[in-house]
């Protein structure tokens, strides 16, 4: 079973933010020599974060790369707002990404937060298909598995789809596979991540935590089976060592979610920094930038350990043994 395997920014944004020198085109050189086929960028600030800037030249100069080694491209921004939409979606284009990952902005009850989300992406949908760029909706800490399903069947278009996350729907107490289990018809790329909990007197509140993939407790073989087994064939991988987030306000654990146990197992202190680290501040630039580097090889080595056990292959195995 031939899959394509691309990494996300994300997985160095200490680089990015720290390392002289490391751009995109470096995060592309990078990925290419780790095997991957393409990579997801983010461009989620007003200077479009990991592309550095918003001139165009960036965007042609990046995409001439891609475009030589024959790699593909998917670009994250946040919000639903239409006009932003409309921009990012040019941006896309632009770039020759095929896809455009956002998440909602909104605020307040659920129900609302979901009517406005679905309000702002029907209208947009028409560029998107124009443009021939997918739109995908994330479970990024905001919506259960079935709310997030349920905006993408209101809006009923065959360009919005779904990022499954493997890990976002911790943060509403929602199971994993709960979660994939109401979305799969509707994804079309993944986060492929590994997550560890800490307990709230260890971490000032209940905290889930990014730890290098293979370190935590997420089922990370059951999800991607369900995966591969929808059809699924290409799986992005994100290293989030030394990211954290809270559990959100006000969410109760759903059914099958049982704190300490399972993918909410926690995780015993003390805490290795190679492991995971909660206070970023307690440690250089230069130090942050070394143990990045070391958990996105060794997350990287469990990466590839379960799509192996599941059967698959790729150019990355031509491409490690020359």
Same mark, same amino acid.
């Given at each position: 079973?031939i899959?394509?395997?691309?990494?996300?920014?994300?997985?160095l944004w200490?680089?990015?933010?720290?390392?002289?020198?490391?751009?995109?085109?470096?995060?592309?050189?990078?990925?290419r020599?780790?095997?991957?086929?393409?990579?997801?960028l983010?461009?989620n600030?007003?200077n479009?974060r990991?592309?550095?800037?918003?001139?165009p030249?960036?965007?042609d100069?990046?995409?001439?790369?891609?475009?030589?080694?024959?790699m593909?491209?998917?670009?994250?921004?946040?919000?639903?707002?239409?006009?932003h939409?409309?921009?990012?979606?040019?941006?896309?284009?632009?770039?020759?990404?095929?896809?455009?990952?956002?998440?909602?902005?909104?605020?307040?009850?659920?129900?609302?937060?979901?009517?406005?989300?679905?309000?702002?992406?029907?209208?947009v949908?028409?560029?998107?298909?124009?443009?021939?760029?997918?739109?995908?909706?994330?479970?990024?800490?905001?919506?259960?598995?079935?709310?997030?399903?349920?905006?993408?069947e209101?809006?009923?278009?065959?360009?919005?789809k779904?990022?499954y996350?493997?890990?976002?729907?911790?943060?509403?107490?929602?199971?994993? #596979?709960?979660a994939? +289990? %109401?979305?799969?018809?509707h $994804?079309?790329? &993944?986060?492929?991540? !590994?997550?560890?909990? #800490?307990?709230?007197e +260890? %971490?000032?509140?209940?905290? $889930?935590?990014? &730890?290098p993939?293979? !370190?935590?407790?997420?089922?990370?073989?059951?999800l991607?089976?369900?995966?591969?087994?929808?059809?699924?064939?290409?799986?992005?991988?994100?290293?989030?060592?030394?990211?954290?987030?809270?559990?959100?306000?006000?969410?109760?654990?759903?059914n099958?979610?049982?704190l300490?146990e399972?993918?909410?197992a926690?995780?015993?202190?003390p805490?290795?920094?190679?492991?995971?680290?909660?206070q970023?501040?307690?440690?250089?630039?230069?130090?942050?930038?070394?143990l990045?580097?070391?958990?996105?090889h060794?997350?990287?080595?469990?990466?590839?350990?379960?799509?192996?056990?599941?059967?698959?292959?790729g150019?990355?195995?031509?491409?490690?043994?020359?």
């Open positions: 079973m899959v394509e395997t691309t990494i996300h920014s994300f997985s200490h680089h990015f933010a720290h390392k002289p020198d490391f751009d995109a085109i470096a995060f592309a050189e990078l990925a020599s780790m095997g991957f086929q393409g990579i997801s983010s461009l600030n007003e479009y990991h592309l550095g800037g918003r001139e030249e960036r965007m100069r990046l995409r001439a790369y891609l475009t030589t080694h024959e593909s491209l998917e670009v994250d921004t946040s919000g639903t707002a239409p006009a939409m409309s921009e990012m979606l040019n941006v896309a284009h632009r770039m020759g990404a095929t896809s455009l990952r956002t998440y909602t902005h909104h605020g307040g009850e659920v129900r609302e937060m979901m009517q406005n989300t679905s309000d702002n992406l029907a209208a949908m028409q560029e998107a298909a124009d443009l021939d760029v997918i739109i995908v909706l994330e479970n990024h800490e905001d919506f259960t598995g079935p709310e997030l399903a349920e905006i993408v209101r809006v009923s278009h065959p360009n919005l779904i990022l996350d493997y890990g976002n729907s911790q943060m509403v107490l929602e199971d994993p #596979i709960a994939l +289990d %109401a979305v799969l018809p $994804v079309y790329s &993944v986060h492929f991540k !590994d997550h560890v909990m #800490i307990r709230a +260890d %971490a000032g509140q209940l905290t $889930v935590a990014g &730890v993939v293979g !370190d935590g407790f997420l089922p990370l073989t059951e991607t089976r369900r995966l591969l087994d929808q059809g699924l064939r290409r799986f992005t991988y994100e290293n989030v060592w030394a990211y954290s987030a809270p559990i959100q306000e006000g969410r109760k654990a759903l099958g979610v049982n300490g399972g993918a909410f926690y995780l015993d202190p805490f290795s920094p190679a492991h995971v680290i909660l970023q501040s307690a440690f250089s630039p230069q130090m942050l930038v070394d990045e580097f070391q958990a996105l060794r997350g990287h080595e469990g990466f590839r350990r379960v799509l192996r056990k599941l059967g698959t292959s150019d990355w195995d031509i491409r490690e043994i020359c």
